[in-house]
Nanobody
């Protein structure tokens, strides 16, 4: 059964760092790309980072480019999101999901098997 489980969220001060993990079971990262999305209260879910099934191609939203880095470990069937220089506006629940499509724009309808999410709170 396909399942994605996010972890690594927490409370951090502005300028701090966190590393989120997405553990994938029931399918192989060799066949799917993985996206990280986030949803803040009262806002729509937005894509922040994506890595394709080869690991060679990544996408980032403008709001996180240069601060966040997505990576994957095929041996562990896991994907990570390294978040640096965190801002209060990065506060949200972060989700990972898989896609079998070639992603040019991260829209939720192209992804499935969503995890339960992990809360990231950036506050002083």
């Amino acid at each position: 059964q396909e399942q994605l489980v996010e972890s690594g969220g927490g409370v951090v001060q502005p300028g701090g760092s966190l590393r989120l993990s997405c553990a994938v079971s029931g399918l192989s990262l060799d066949n799917y790309g993985i996206g990280w999305f986030r949803q803040a209260p009262g806002k729509e879910r937005e894509g922040v980072a994506y890595i394709d099934n080869t690991g060679a191609r990544t996408l980032y939203s403008d709001s996180v480019k240069g601060r966040f880095t997505i990576s994957r470990d095929s041996s562990k069937n896991a994907v990570y999101l390294e978040m640096n220089d965190l801002l209060p506006e990065d506060t949200a629940v972060y989700y990972c999901a898989v896609s079998a499509f070639r992603i040019e724009i991260m829209t939720t309808d192209l992804f499935r098997f969503w995890g339960q999410g992990t809360q990231v709170t950036v506050t002083s």
